[in-house]
């Protein structure tokens, strides 16, 4: 595939902008948008870019950092607990658990209701510029809650989802969320790829047809026995056929057993085995497939709104929360 020099260009100025780590990090949100924009349609790609302002150029990597950059503002307060999900009870390693929560505050109930509010715009176009606001807000919001969830240490409460777990860095003090979040993408990026965050982009969307080919066919599969149950977005999941955030958070959550918080120590330094181990072939390369996992159920999703087969039959009405 070909990546425009303004896509490669966002990528490389994320780099410059990390001395602040949000969410999953500016990077690791960057990347999920331009994989997932790399698999949109052509007519996808034109209505995205209609929806966000000029200052996006139609690139959800642009976009996908915004939510965190404005949890400051009192109209945006509601959303700061829908970037990830805590299930009582949930203690990894020894016991992963998740439970989804009826018309819970968590990043499962926020991307049901984010794609929604897309699909309700899609069958009735905004009528005024604050309508047009408010879907701007659910598609950067809805990018943005894709790589949360797909971020293991946001499907889990133990210590605050690791942001309370300290642990080394080389000789840096860092905490297990912040190495998840940017500074494991970092480092294989400096030492695999020379520091050329195209180049690391490249190696994921080539392993969707080489090392993860036989899975990654299965990835925008929903399965309906995991992501059925009573909630309040039983219509939107009948819509979807790639929308499964329940299962989703399930997965992520099972990895905090299997990967994330295994052998936790505070004392061990996290960029030596740990990270050969979740970033190496021993774990399928498991830090770039999740984040090219999200980005691939991203533009599924996406393409199933804004360019779904003409065969498909359109019903008249969506289940649409408002915030």
Known sequence: MRFSTSLAAAVSLSLLSLNTVYGYGILGHTLTGQVAQLFLTPETARQVKEILSPYYDGLLSKAAPWPDTIKGQPKYRWASIYHFVNTPGDNPPQECRFEYVYAGKDVVNGLFNMTSQLYQYKLVEPATPEEKSIREDALRFFVHFMGDIHQPLHASGKLRGGNDATARWGRAKSSLHRIWDSQMILKDIKDRFDNNPKAYLDDMVDMTTTVWRQEATNWTICDPSRNVGDNPWSETTQLFTTLCPMEWARSMNELDCTYVWKDYDSTKDYSSDYFDNVTGEKSD??????????????????????????????PDSVRFVKQ
Request: hydrophobic fraction near 45%; avoid cysteine; glycine fraction near 4%.
């Open 285 to 314: 390369f498991l830090v770039q497939k999740l984040i090219t996992m999200s980005g691939v159920r991203m533009a599924s999703i996406l393409n199933e709104i804004y360019d779904p087969p003409e065969s498909e039959s359109v």
